[in-house]
């Protein structure tokens, strides 16, 4: 009979070619099926689940060899690597509320106890950890083969040359080179370990105050200089607790904003906390008061008039395909807010989307003549488009999270959410449309933001 261990032993051994197996399979399958190809998101998805099995399979192995160092001899690498498969699968367990309400929008109520709180995280820890820290092993390994190939060729032209080539190359230094190099190439990758600590610990809570003037070419006199604070997805659940939320609403209140704006997603997976996250959001305070529209996590977990209610009795006030006047002296601005929206079914999904788009944003909202602020939740292409097409002067958005993990420092657009998005964080415009998408405070999916700071926005109005 084949036992465990010597299944995992060589699973381990044989990690390269079960995961071509594996691509093997689903390339079998597209051609069985060959109607479900051409689902780009899929492929994604299905690139991402082979990069993470075979990272897996690797840091696991390495995380045996290193504790089995300071271990008695006695305790052989098989044991430990049945009880790091069974700490694995236990964190794995305990985290599959979080896991499966991440990948399917399942939402539930009390699952936010201790044991699940602490095992998620660990689990979203080793999750990001591991997948960022497997990039970088296969860009190391990538660039290993390169020099190989690169010396081999090199060998080979001053073979052909006559000048001992081979003898110089196979010298031990350039041995020992390799060896220190292919050793730090290790630890380097380790490092997202740490980062993905970091955003878990810290990063997810570092509240970034960003300020932004918006020039507006018809703004009124009065309105010069008038602020808006936005915050968005605030995603109330085990990891954006009320004392984080009850934070971020002193840090507005204490930018004395002249209007507070909430562009959706109160909550995360619990509805449940619907009534508690508006009872700590009561406390955000403004001269011409707090408005708000509603985000996708209102739409899937069915608490839109539910929620919208809550707010009213607190007074603010959640436009939902309407639209309100805000008044300075004699002058105005007309304030806009529509729900997310949706295509029913997924046959002609697009043009669905599409005619639910310019139903919810209809032309009567819009004032000619006047500045139009959207709130919208979603800045998905069809809006905005729709926005511009109706002249709407600013929209102000959210939903991406700026992605949770970006590299903002190299390109904007070099973040998880652009698989997704086209317009991920901060400023766009289309002809004379400004949209600003906020990264939001809260976290859905992994508990972890890396460069890609919670996000307070105070926008500035100036006249042009
Ligand atoms: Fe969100």
New binding site residues.
């Given amino acids: 009979m084949v036992s465990f261990p010597g299944l995992y032993r060589r699973a381990v051994h044989h990690w390269r070619g079960i995961v071509t197996l594996l691509i093997l399979a689903r390339a079998a399958f597209y051609v069985i099926y060959p109607d479900e190809f051409g689902r780009f998101f899929d492929l994604i998805v299905f690139a991402l689940l082979l990069v993470f099995i075979a990272g897996q399979i690797f840091w696991i192995k390495r995380m045996i060899d290193f504790v089995g160092r300071f271990l008695p001899s006695g305790i052989g690498r098989t044991r430990l690597a049945v009880i790091a498969v069974l700490i694995y699968l236990f964190v794995y367990a305990c985290s599959y509320p979080g896991i499966q309400s991440t990948n399917d929008h399942i939402f539930r109520t009390n699952y936010d106890r201790p044991l699940t709180v602490v095992t998620e995280a660990l689990f979203w820890w080793w999750f990001v950890g591991s997948m960022l820290a497997f990039f970088l092993v296969l860009v190391f390994g990538a660039g290993d083969y390169a020099a190989r190939a690169a010396t081999w060729m090199y060998t080979k032209i001053r073979e052909t040359r006559r000048e001992q080539a081979n003898a110089e190359i196979s010298t031990p230094a350039w041995h020992s080179r390799r060896r220190f190099l292919k050793q730090s190439a290790v630890l380097v990758s380790a490092t997202p370990f740490v980062a993905a600590g970091y955003g878990l610990l810290y990063g997810r809570k570092n509240v970034e105050v960003v300020r932004q003037r918006v020039p507006l070419a018809r703004l009124p006199k009065g309105f010069d200089g008038f602020r808006i604070a936005q915050l968005s ?1 605030i ?1 109330m659940g085990p990891f954006t607790t009320g004392d984080y939320i009850r934070r971020c609403v002193e840090i507005t209140n204490g930018m004395k904003p002249d209007l507070i704006a909430l562009t959706g ?1 109160y909550i995360a997976w619990d509805p449940g906390l619907e009534s508690r996250v508006v009872s700590v959001l009561a406390s955000l305070r403004a001269p011409h008061g707090v408005f708000g529209c509603l ?1 996708n ?1 209102e739409e899937e977990s069915e608490t839109e008039a539910y929620v919208s209610g809550l707010f009213t009795a607190q007074g603010v006030r959640i436009l939902r395909q309407e639209r309100t006047l805000i008044r300075l002296g004699g002058d105005e601005l007309n304030l806009i807010g529509i729900d997310c929206p949706r295509a029913q079914s997924e046959q002609d999904e697009e043009e669905e989307y599409r005619r639910d788009v310019n139903r919810r944003l209809h032309g009567q909202l819009v004032i000619p003549g006047t500045v139009n602020i959207l709130l919208s939740h979603e800045p998905s292409d069809f809006v905005f488009d729709r926005a511009a097409d109706l002249g709407i002067d600013l929209m102000l958005a ?2 991406t ?1 700026g992605g949770q993990l970006a590299l903002k420092f190299v390109h904007r657009g070099l973040n998880l959410s652009h698989l997704l998005n086209r317009y991920t964080s901060g400023w766009y415009e289309q002809r004379s449309t400004k949209l600003y998408v906020n990264r ?1 405070i809260g976290t ?1 999916g992994f508990p972890i933001r890396l460069g890609a700071r919670p996000e307070i926005t105070v926008l500035e109005l100036v006249r042009t």
């Fill in positions: 997805d995603h997603d985000g996590h959210g939903h999270h939001g859905t």
